[in-house]
C-alpha cells in the first residue's frame, strides 16, 4: 500500500470514528430518559418490594420467592431494553458493512478517488437513517415501560 492509500485510510477511519462517537452521543441523550426510568425507578421499587419480602414469619425459602418475584420488572425491562440496543447496533453495523464492502469494490477497480467520497456519503447517510430510527425506538421503549414524560 503506497502512504497516500495508507493517509486516506486513516482519515477515512477518524472520520468514521468521529461519526460513531455523534451516533453514541445522540443515542445516550435519547435514550437517558429510559435508563433513569430502569436505573431509579423500577430500582427504587424493586428494593421497596424486597424489604417487604423480609418479615419474620417467612421461612428462607418464602423469602427468596418474594425477593425474585420482586426483581421481576426491573429485570425484564433491562432485557428489553438491551435488546432494543443490541438491535439497532445491529442494523447500524450492517448498514456500514455495505459501506465498507462498496469501498473495498471500488479500491480493487483503482477508482479511489471516488471510493473516497463515496465511502464517506455512504457512512454519513447509514448513520443519519439508523439515528432517524432512535426516536421511534425510545417512543416503543416508553410506552412498554408506561412512561407518561
Known amino acids: 500500500m503506497d502512504y497516500i492509500a495508507a493517509a486516506e485510510e486513516q482519515i477515512i477511519s477518524e472520520r468514521l470514528r468521529r461519526k460513531l462517537e455523534e451516533v ?88 479511489r478517488p471516488e471510493a473516497v467520497n463515496e465511502m464517506e456519503t455512504c457512512v454519513h447517510k447509514a448513520i443519519e437513517e439508523n439515528l432517524n430510527t432512535l426516536p421511534h425506538i425510545v417512543q416503543r421503549m416508553k410506552t412498554a415501560f408506561n412512561i407518561t414524560n
Open 24 to 111: 453514541n452521543v445522540a443515542a445516550q441523550s435519547q435514550l437517558s430518559p429510559i435508563q433513569d426510568h430502569i436505573n431509579f425507578t423500577l430500582q427504587q421499587a424493586y428494593f421497596k418490594c424486597a424489604y417487604e419480602c423480609f418479615d419474620r414469619r417467612r421461612n428462607q425459602e418464602e423469602i427468596s420467592n418474594c425477593v425474585e418475584h420482586c426483581s421481576v420488572p426491573v429485570v425484564k425491562s433491562q432485557q428489553h431494553f438491551e435488546n432494543e440496543m443490541a438491535q439497532f447496533q445491529e442494523r447500524l453495523n450492517r448498514s456500514l458493512v455495505v459501506c465498507q464492502d462498496k469501498f473495498e469494490a471500488a479500491k480493487l477497480q483503482k477508482i
